[in-house]
C-alpha cells in the first residue's frame, strides 16, 4: 500500500537548475575558464562538493581542500542570493496540486534532495506546509545513487521503504529509489530514466489513480 511519496527538488518541484548554472559560470568564469549548459546538465543529483571537483576537472584546475571549501561556499552564496529572490510563480506546474491532492488522502509527504538550501526554496515558494519532512544535503553524507537520502525520509515519515513512491527526474535519484526498494516515477524522458516504473512529463500529468496503481504493478505509462 502506497503510504508516502519522496520528492526530489530540482527539476521535479522546481527548476533550480537555472541558478546553479548562473553561479557555477560564474565560479569559473574567475577561475578562467568556460562552463556549459550541457555540462551543468551533468551536475542534476550530485552533490555541492562533487559539482565543485567535476568542474574543476574539466577546466584542468587543481586547488587544495581548503581553497576547494572557499569556492563551493562563495558559489553557494551567489546561488542562496538567487533563490532569496524566487516566487511561487516558479513552482513547476502540477507540483503543488499534486501535493495537495495527496495530502488530502491521507499519503504522508517528504522532501529527498541533496541540496543543502531546500528548505529556504520551500519557504520561498510557500510550499514548506505540504511535507511532512525535509530531508535534505545537511542530513545526508552519501550523494545519489546512494539511497540514503531517501531511506532517511522513509524513516522520518515511519513508513516502511516498499511503502513509498519516490519521484525523480535524474538517473542518479531513480537508481537510488530502486536500491532503497521503492517504487519511482520518473520526471522527464522515458529513454532516460527507463528504470522508473513510470515516466510522465511533469507532476500536471500525474494522478492519485496513477499513483495508487504503482502498488498493484499496474502498466500506467
Known amino acids: 500500500?502506497?503510504?508516502?511519496?519522496?520528492?526530489?527538488?530540482?527539476?521535479?518541484?522546481?527548476?533550480?537548475?537555472?541558478?546553479?548554472?548562473?553561479?557555477?559560470?560564474?565560479?569559473?568564469?574567475e577561475l578562467g575558464f568556460g562552463f556549459t549548459e550541457q555540462q551543468n546538465?551533468?551536475?542534476?543529483?550530485?552533490?555541492?562538493?562533487?559539482?565543485?571537483?567535476?568542474?574543476?576537472?574539466?577546466g584542468g584546475v587543481t586547488k587544495s581542500p581548503a581553497e576547494q571549501t572557499?569556492?563551493?561556499?562563495?558559489?553557494?552564496?551567489?546561488y542562496?542570493?538567487?533563490?532569496?529572490?524566487?516566487?511561487?510563480?516558479?513552482?513547476?506546474?502540477?507540483?503543488?496540486?499534486?501535493?495537495?491532492?495527496?495530502?488530502?488522502?491521507?499519503?504522508?509527504?517528504?522532501?529527498?534532495?541533496?541540496?543543502?538550501?531546500?528548505s529556504i526554496i520551500l519557504e520561498r515558494l510557500g510550499l514548506l506546509p505540504l511535507f511532512?519532512?525535509?530531508?535534505?544535503?545537511?542530513h545526508v553524507t552519501a550523494s545519489k545513487p546512494d539511497p540514503e537520502v531517501f531511506l532517511k525520509?522513509?524513516?522520518?515519515?515511519?513508513?516502511?521503504?516498499?511503502?513509498?513512491v519516490v519521484f525523480e527526474d535524474a538517473i542518479a535519484g531513480v537508481q537510488a529509489a530502486k536500491a532503497g526498494n521503492m517504487k519511482v516515477v520518473g520526471i522527464g524522458s522515458p529513454e532516460v530514466?527507463?528504470?522508473?516504473?513510470?515516466?510522465?512529463?511533469?507532476l500536471h500529468e500525474m494522478t492519485l489513480a496513477q499513483l495508487q496503481a504503482l502498488d498493484t504493478g499496474a502498466d500506467n505509462i
Open 41 to 58: 546538465e551533468q551536475l542534476k543529483g550530485v552533490s555541492r562538493v562533487r559539482s565543485l571537483e567535476l568542474i574543476l576537472g574539466w
Open 70 to 78: 572557499e569556492l563551493a561556499t562563495r558559489k553557494n552564496q551567489w
Open 1 to 29: 500500500m502506497i503510504k508516502a511519496c519522496i520528492f526530489d527538488l530540482d527539476g521535479v518541484i522546481v527548476d533550480t537548475a537555472v541558478y546553479h548554472y548562473r553561479a557555477w559560470k560564474q565560479l569559473a568564469h
Open 153 to 164: 525520509g522513509a524513516e522520518a515519515l515511519q513508513v516502511n521503504p516498499a511503502d513509498c
Open 132 to 138: 511532512d519532512a525535509v530531508v535534505d544535503g545537511n
Open 80 to 118: 542562496v542570493d538567487m533563490i532569496n529572490r524566487m516566487e511561487p510563480s516558479e513552482i513547476l506546474p502540477g507540483a503543488q496540486e499534486f501535493l495537495k491532492i495527496i495530502r488530502q488522502a491521507g499519503i504522508k509527504t517528504a522532501l529527498g534532495s541533496a541540496s543543502k538550501n531546500s
Open 193 to 202: 530514466l527507463s528504470e522508473a516504473d513510470l515516466v510522465i512529463r511533469g
